[in-house]
């Protein structure tokens, strides 16, 4: 029971290692990465290439998965582009299996010795991050030796050589089995690396190892289907395209798993090389087989998963640029979260340009319209904040913490303020239209430039959000006294109408009032935006308030 448990912690290791290389490689040089991928697709052989390149970096070709196919889900690359660089990212993935099957024992201590020094002294630094690299990295080599000494031990038990004996009885067991693994341990590399080395100490015969790497090489390509589940169609198409590669694989090198054990012992003695070399093989065999027909794979999966007409149309509700394969990558997961931000901003501005309509034309189904839109702000402001909450605060820099949370109380602003618009536009409705009721001409003067007021200074707080521009903080944080002096001077003229009997004011009056008050306290929310950035820039006079004394 010990060795079991040594060989399931080593195991444990080995994944969390390529883990750590995964994520510290994506937030270290992930921007650079994707614009190195999305411009490495001009030609199929340059596809393949980068996503050799890449995969190679980042030793993940599901990591890559998730990049290509955000790319293609935005426009970016087209499906047959993407499909050709996922040829090259499991012939990375491969390559790099070949890397870790050789003796680099003695990277192990060193890696871990100097990623742990680089990571304690400069944790929030591209150095820290560095380190978490290497550290990663000597886990692995460390992972490798242990798993090792513990099938040695493993295999001289009679209870495990039965169990291993009845993994020998099917092929299809033995693909089934290295399937299931590589999703466990969410990386095929692992898993080929723990069967060369189960392979290498005699845990395991070597044509089962050669089943089981078939195996994981199906297994990597369903576990990015299931990754997208959740994705639009166009993100799922990618992954789905890439099943069917590895599908191909399989039907192609399972007959050649026998030439292959005989054949290779003679060129290869060592046991864990050859189980390596097969993987190379397998997915060499599959992008010189594949490669011309990757446009033809890619008509078959737009037939499987058609592009939807709703999605085609790019409804304001869905949201456009939250890139779940940016997450390992902060800076630039915040990023992605700021443009959809604006995206939020943008139908607040639409819900705000109808409000004006309505209360002019008294039309009804405009307003439903518009209270609807309020619902697609609520969505986005869903969407965004489950986004942000899925990156890691703790590898954030000031910086980007500064960023994280005006991005956070972005959104929080902009859906507030879409609820009170659809007050406003609810008031208009029950108050104003269903009982024929009209404002005053000096009152709807009055509303209409409290309006463009509003209207500019929501475009002036994105700007402000978007740029961090001090100056024009400084110019918005002006506007909201300047509102709040009309809001005061429009409410006294208002009541001086009353005084006059006007009858349009006083049928109006409670609608009027109401109005005023609530575009008075948007504008106060999009003001707000104003203040960290003036904050951190110490352009914030202190409190006004007088301490208490005593």
């Known amino acids: 029971m010990k060795h079991l448990l040594n060989l399931l912690a080593a195991i444990a290791l080995l994944v969390w ?3 750590l290389v995964r994520t510290g490689v994506l937030r270290v040089f992930g921007a650079n990465l994707r614009e190195f991928l999305s411009r490495g697709v001009s030609n199929r052989l340059r596809a393949v290439l980068s996503g050799i390149g890449v ?5 993940s070709s599901t990591a890559t998965a998730l990049i290509v196919s955000s790319f293609v889900g935005q426009g970016m690359v087209s499906l047959t582009a993407a499909l050709a660089v996922m040829l090259g990212a499991d012939v990375g993935t491969s390559v790099m299996a070949v890397v870790f099957s050789l003796d680099l024992s003695w990277l192990s201590p060193l890696c871990i010795f100097t990623g ?11 150095a820290g991050r560095v380190g978490r690299v290497l550290i990663g990295l000597g886990l692995m080599l460390l992972a490798l030796r242990l798993i090792n000494e513990a099938t040695t031990v493993l295999t001289q038990s009679p209870v495990m050589v039965t169990l291993l004996e009845a993994l020998t009885s099917d092929i299809t067991m033995e693909v089934l089995t290295g399937a299931i693994l590589a999703i466990i341990c969410y990386s095929s590399l692992a898993t080929v690396l723990l069967v060369s080395t189960l392979a290498a100490s005699g845990g395991i015969p070597v044509d089962v190892a050669l089943g089981l790497v078939i195996g994981a090489n199906l297994g990597s390509g369903l576990l990015a289907v299931i990754t997208t589940l959740k994705a639009n169609v166009q993100t799922r198409q990618v992954p789905l395209g890439n099943l069917i590669f590895k599908i191909i694989g399989v039907l192609l090198m399972v007959p050649l798993t026998g030439l292959w054990a005989s054949y290779a012992s003679q060129l290869l003695p060592d046991l864990a ?3 390596v070399m097969f993987h190379l093989a397998f997915n060499a065999v599959v992008a010189v087989v594949c490669i011309a027909f990757t446009g033809k794979v890619a008509w078959m999966v737009q037939k499987i998963l058609p592009q939807q007409e709703e999605e085609a149309s790019l409804s304001t509700s869905r949201p456009r640029h939250l890139d779940v394969s940016a997450l390992s990558t902060p800076s630039l997961a915040i990023s992605c979260a700021a443009r959809e ?7 607040v501005e639409a819900m705000l340009l109808g409000l004006q309509k309505v209360w002019m034309s008294d039309d009804q189904k405009l307003s439903e319209h518009l209270r609807k839109l309020d619902d697609e702000v609520d969505d986005l402001y869903s969407a965004i ?7 890691s605060r703790e590898e954030l820099d000031e910086h980007e913490g500064r960023r994280w949370t005006e991005v956070i109380s972005f959104t929080i602003n902009m859906e507030q303020v879409g609820d009170l618009i659809e007050r406003v536009l609810q008031d208009l409705e029950d108050k104003k239209i269903k009982k024929g009721r009209q404002f005053s001409q000096a009152g709807l003067e009055e509303i209409n430039r409290l309006h463009e007021h509003l209207v500019s200074n929501l475009r002036l707080a994105m700007s402000v959000f978007l740029t961090g521009n001090v100056r024009d903080a400084q110019k918005l944080l002006e506007e909201k006294v300047r509102f709040r002096d009309l809001e005061l001077a429009y409410s006294a003229t208002h009541l001086g109408r009353l005084y006059d009997n006007t ?7 409670s609608l009027h009032i109401d109005m005023i008050s609530d575009l008075k306290r948007i504008n106060s929310l999009l003001c707000s935006v104003a203040y960290p950035i003036l904050e951190q820039a110490g352009a914030l006079a202190p ?8």
Do not use: C
Not at 55 to 59: K, N, S
Not at 341 to 347: G, I, K, W
């Open 55 to 59: 995969t190679t970096i980042v030793q």
């Open 385 to 391: 904040k489950y986004y942000m909450t899925k990156i």
């Open 543 to 550: 409190s006004r308030l007088r301490e208490q004394k005593g």
């Open 503 to 509: 009858v349009q004011s006083i049928e109006t009056s």
């Open 273 to 275: 090389s050859q189980v």
């Open 17 to 19: 290692g390529t883990q």
């Open 341 to 347: 931000a604006l995206h939020q901003a943008d139908v």
């Open 116 to 126: 742990v020094v680089l990571f304690i002294s400069r944790q929030d630094t591209t």
